[in-house]
């Protein structure tokens, strides 16, 4: 959307260091804030493909480009099939590669999509609702306890695991699970005291993660984006929870081990101070920069 703020923007373009007439692959379109930075970096005839999951996010975003004609090659799918796409579209070798893995704010603020504890919503939670058959309340109403103990203590990290699963199972029994109220409510009762984080976040982390298959998806893509660099080109990453950028950081020591990548950046790249006061969604953010050899 125009109003969408991209998370670490200066710093995404200082590392692409993309070019007037630069291809180059944003695998997560979302509000749009990166696709449109790109586009004018690579003005007047570079292309950006873009690459969104979410049906709903694809047409809203993609209606705010009226202009952007041949230039902006858009695609709706996952990113799990990036090197096909970029294939299909005469769009590789290219000079970037991105990926922000934040969720859309157009699905996260949508009631609709069950993404959100903070609003009553169905137990949904599926990035694309068209191709996706598994809910987030499939998984609470048919998983067992120790399935539900394993997915909220490895993609959650929650302390609680255990302890809200017994509870989901007890709960079930009685009432199935519909909406997000219903577990935010479960949720409550085992953890009473929500401290700095509602206590439902980390459950809700883990479902959503479950529910899109997203680390999956990541590890897919990472050797794809790869593939699809020329020589020298640059991949940019910019994870939001320590799973993600774990799996980024564990994959690009392999990479550079085989002689196929660099790392640009020592460090994980952090937003300032200034910019999380000015756009809190910034605050959990981590960039890494991959370069191919």
Known sequence: MPGHVPVLLREVLAHLQLRSGDDVIDGT???????????DATAPDGRVLAIEADPRTFRQTIAT????????????????????????????????????????????????????????????????????????ATIVNSWSADQLTELFRVLGGEPAARRLAEAIVTRRTRQPFATTVDLVETVAAVKPRPGRLHPATKVFQALRLAVNDEL????????????????????????????????????????????QARRVTKHVIRPSRAEVLANPRARSAKLRVIAKT
């Open 216 to 259: 999956g998806a990541l590890r897919d893509v990472l050797p794809q984006a790869l593939h699809v660099l020329r020589s020298g080109g640059r991949l940019v990453v910019i994870t939001f929870q320590s799973l993600e950028d774990r799996l980024v950081k564990q994959w690009a020591r392999q990479a550079t081990a085989a002689g």
């Open 65 to 136: 480009f009226p202009s952007a004609g041949s230039r902006l090659i858009a695609v709706q799918g996952n990113f799990r099939l990036l090197e096909e796409y970029a294939t299909k579209h005469h769009c590789r070798p290219v000079a970037g590669v991105l990926l922000d893995l934040g969720l859309a704010t157009l699905a996260l603020h949508d009631p609709g999509r069950g993404f959100s504890f903070q609003s009553l919503g169905p137990l949904d939670m599926r990035l694309d609702p068209t191709s996706q058959t598994v809910r987030a």
């Open 29 to 39: 379109l979302g509000g749009g804030g990166h696709t449109r930075a790109l586009l």
